[in-house]
Nanobody
């Protein structure tokens, strides 16, 4: 089992920044690709970004490319999402997820573990 806990969400004005943190416990963190997803009210959960188990490879959704940066520190069993130049359309609950793979996919059904989510609200 892997337990995931997100933090760092909040209310920010458009153009501002936030850094989300996902703290993992349980099985070996480095054995998992890690990803961020988000879900806005009335919408399906969507892929945001993923990072390989060794932090060598990353992949982003087009909607966040150039604004968000995913990173991880295996020694701390922690993953991050630095979000810059936030837009109102970034408003959602953000979830971290772990997949037993080298690099995560955009398909949420393939993930093994999920956090409880953290709310990000961007005001215009």
């Amino acid at each position: 089992q892997v337990q995931l806990v997100e933090s760092g969400g909040g209310l920010v004005q458009a153009g501002g920044s936030l850094r989300l943190t996902c703290a993992a416990s349980g099985r070996t963190f480095s054995g998992y690709a890690m990803s961020w997803f988000r879900q806005a009210p009335g919408k399906e959960r969507e892929f945001v970004a993923t990072i390989s188990w060794n932090a060598v490879a990353t992949y982003y959704a087009d909607s966040v490319k150039g604004r968000f940066t995913i990173s991880r520190e295996n020694a701390k069993s922690t993953m991050y999402l630095q979000m810059n130049n936030l837009k109102p359309e970034d408003t959602a609950v953000y979830y971290c997820a772990a997949q037993r793979a080298n690099l995560g996919t955009s398909r949420s059904s393939l993930y093994d573990y999920w956090g409880q989510g953290t709310q990000v609200t961007v005001s215009s």
